[in-house]
């Protein structure tokens, strides 16, 4: 039983579930992030370009035969992929961005007040008569 009291605790821990959870909102992300770049951006490239439809490009090496499919390298869903590679990581930096930011924020606030004047001057009086009674 050791093993498996072991094992709940490792599962339950907050750094495991919080990851989980970055997991399957990033994926999810992902997913909305390829639909933003196939469907929302790449068309209007691919207008301004002459009509071209990236996820189509591709390089025949070998043509299809009677049984055999074509060999093609299909350098247009690579690029694809590359715009939405980079879409996704610049989404990432500006969001931990603003969490930094905020966690900044937070340590700010945080942190004591300085001391007033009156204290500093106190202070230096202190310092002052304990060095004098040396």
Request: charged letters at 25%; hydrophobic letters at 50%; proline letters at 4%.
């Amino acid at each position: 039983m050791g093993m498996l009291k072991e094992f709940k605790e490792f599962a339950v821990r907050g750094n495991v579930v919080d990851m989980a959870v970055g997991i399957i909102i990033g994926a999810a992300f992902g997913k909305i992030v390829s639909s933003l770049v196939g469907d929302v951006i790449m068309p209007p490239i691919g207008f301004f370009l002459g009509g071209v439809d990236f996820s189509n490009l591709a390089l025949v090496i070998k043509e299809a035969a009677q049984n055999s499919p074509a060999v093609t390298i299909k350098y247009g869903k690579f690029v694809q992929t590359i715009i939405d590679f980079t879409i996704i990581a610049f989404s990432i930096f500006i969001i931990v961005k603003a969490v930094n930011s905020l966690k900044k924020e937070e340590v700010k606030e945080d942190a004591p007040p300085e001391p007033s004047k009156e204290e500093m001057l106190l202070t230096e009086i202190r310092d002052l008569l304990k060095e004098k009674n040396r």
